[in-house]
């Protein structure tokens, strides 16, 4: 039967297609219920999502674009590589970015499960999470200095670990005795094989009662449709091609010397080409990327400018109009071996940034200004409350979303290479879990990029360490020396900065550097929100004195930045100076910079008691 051309009415339709995006939702609730780690279970760093078995996208409603809008590729070579010999009851797990994971780094474990109809391989399904440890030099994979891939950790083509649904114990035990965690990793990788199974039996039932035929017939129509109103959003985009960039600290190895992706977007009636053949050539350290993680993180910068009543519906539809370009040995696609672990925060994050940047230009009532960077860690001790060790990392010292055209930057989300999927933790679950103790976490007055429209907030965040002394690895950070850029006049993200204080000691930590952390040691991770979108002598008054009423624009940035005379004690609006003041607009265009000097003013005077 030919699936495309069966006739669906608009309820089965309507109710196949919308089950298979419920269903990735139910499995997210799935993982971060049943998983005991931090990241997966409170951060909910992981993603899931639903493939045909040749590889085409079903559905990916929610989690991150690099964990799986490159699984076609991964799905393309596992049915090549067993060909005849996938079996209802088999689980491939795989974490290797290079032979046929197509994984963006090590750290993200992706067990894919095949899914039958009367014998017949009919879906692929995936879980995929940010494991606790995956071997190598340091936890994380966020170490600079891995002389190649196989230093990073374990890299794990796709396996099967469970066969005709029996678990290969022997190969199990290879794959945890090289992780420094195997009971917790171990809890993990078995909620995500729970996850797939759970999946499964859904995905059985609902072919039951609906019949495969009606079922693949509803998802190529919704398929069909989908590429009909993606490619109409690209028609109203203006032919053309637009260029963007941007750039990472450095790659961890060469220091101080910024990488930089490029794209040209060229828009050609209803198809869209994104091309980085411009980017800088692959790096010594570890901040490249492979083919299939640019790509998702390319094609995810084009869907963020579609209309969100499409949200819910994409699928391979989406991607047709769409091609990437990354010639092999560019930085957005490394030759094997390649270090990678740094690419989700730096490169991943820049490829964001600059296909956000090309396409404000050819949409400039949908521009999107660069959110904050990734300010993350690794830190690497023992706790003394169990004597123990552990790994900490979280995402609450992220800066905040970049404004939209029409809408301020949302104060909150973390990491535009995330969409925002990854959540900011419990500080008290937080402190329960790891040993440093919470000392602040605040939105910080002018720490965001001005606009029409402004960036969300960025943060002081301040913790001191309670465990041993231990080693902190800063790879997954980001925006030390580079600054997002904002969009249609818009100011930049300010430049971030994290401290360790050390009695009357104060040292500064740049991003992909290892540092020591002594007992007592309080923490300083100074985060800046997002960039603005709009000039900002444009933004309404009212909204710019609301900004002041709440701490987040200071009376002097709001008459230095916006042009907004605001009165320093009662904290209301001078319309009359205003008026003035907006008359006379000075020629030069001013934007605060905030020095070291200023980052760190209040850092000396640090007390417990603060």
Not at 31 to 55: F, H, N
Not at 320 to 345: D, E, Q, W
Not at 387 to 396: H, K
Not at 600 to 608: F, I, N, P
Request: net charge negative.
């Amino acid at each position: 039967m030919n699936n495309r051309a069966a006739t669906i009415d608009p309820i089965t339709l309507s109710t196949v297609c919308y089950g298979f995006q419920s269903l990735c939702r139910e499995m997210r609730s799935v993982m971060t219920r049943t998983a005991q780690s931090y990241l997966i279970s409170t951060l909910k760093d992981l993603s899931v999502g639903v493939w045909l078995a040749d590889g085409s996208t079903v559905a990916v409603p929610e989690g991150l674009p690099s964990q799986f809008l490159g699984t076609s590729f991964a799905i393309a070579d596992i049915s090549k590589m067993y060909e005849n010999d996938l079996h209802p009851g088999d689980v491939i797990l795989t974490n290797d970015p290079f032979h046929g994971g197509h994984n963006s780094h090590l750290p993200d474990w992706g067990y894919i499960r095949p899914i039958f109809c009367e014998g017949e391989l009919v879906f692929f399904t995936l879980v995929r999470g940010h494991m606790m440890d995956t071997g190598g030099s340091f936890p994380g994979g966020y170490f600079a200095n891995a002389y190649d891939i196989i230093a990073e950790g374990l890299n794990i083509p796709p396996l099967k670990v469970v066969k005709r649904g029996v678990l290969d114990t022997d190969l199990n035990k290879l794959i945890f005795n090289n992780v420094r965690w195997p009971v917790e990793v171990k809890i993990d990788a078995e909620a995500m094989i729970a996850t797939g199974r759970f999946a499964e039996n859904r995905i059985v039932d609902l072919l039951r009662r609906y019949g495969r035929d009606t079922v693949l017939g509803a998802i190529h129509q919704m398929m069909d449709r989908t590429e009909r109103a993606v490619r109409a959003e690209i028609s109203a985009m203006p032919d053309g091609t637009y260029s963007g960039e941007a750039s990472t600290d450095d790659d961890g190895t060469v220091l101080d010397e910024p990488v930089t992706v490029r794209v040209d977007v060229t828009i050609k009636g209803d198809e869209i080409t994104l091309d980085f053949s411009r980017s800088d050539p692959q790096r010594s350290g570890f901040i490249n990327c492979v083919y299939a993680s640019t790509y998702a993180r390319a094609v995810a910068g084009v869907i963020m400018y579609m209309d969100p009543a499409l949200a819910d519906f994409h699928n391979q539809g989406s991607l047709r109009p769409m091609k990437v370009i990354a010639p092999l040995g560019n930085v957005t696609n490394c030759k094997y071996p390649a270090t990678v672990g740094a690419c989700p925060i730096s490169i991943g994050g820049q490829i964001c940034e600059s296909v956000v940047e090309a396409l404000s230009k050819a949409k400039p009532d949908r521009s999107i200004a660069a959110w904050g960077k990734h300010r993350g860690d690794y830190t690497f001790a023992v706790d003394p409350r169990t004597g123990e060790r552990y790994v900490r990392t979280t995402f609450d010292y992220d800066g905040s979303a970049g404004a939209v055209w029409g809408h301020d930057g949302m104060s909150g989300p973390t990491s535009l290479t995330t969409l925002g999927s990854v959540q900011r933790g419990s500080i008290e679950e937080a402190e329960i879990r790891f040993p440093w103790r919470m000392l602040k976490l605040e939105g910080r007055a002018d720490f965001n990029g001005h606009g029409r429209w402004r960036g969300g907030m960025g943060f002081d965040w301040r913790a001191v360490n309670e465990g041993s002394d231990g080693r902190m690895a800063t790879g997954s950070s980001d925006g030390d020396v580079v600054q997002g850029k904002g969009a249609q006049g818009g100011q930049r993200v300010p430049l971030a900065r994290t401290f360790i204080l050390r009695g009357d000691q104060k040292t500064r930590v740049k991003p992909h550097r290892m540092a020591e952390v002594k007992k007592g040691d309080v923490l300083v991770k100074l985060s800046p929100g997002g960039a603005g979108v709009g000039d900002p002598w444009e933004r309404h008054p009212e909204l710019v004195a609301m900004d002041v009423k709440n701490e987040k624009v200071s009376v002097e940035a709001a008459r230095l930045i916006y042009g907004v005379v605001v009165d320093a004690t009662s904290l209301k609006l001078d319309e009359g100076a205003t008026a003035k003041l907006r008359a006379n607009r000075p020629p030069e265009r001013y934007e605060a910079t905030i020095d070291d000097e200023t980052l760190g003013a209040d850092l000396s005077a640090y007390s417990e008691s603060e």
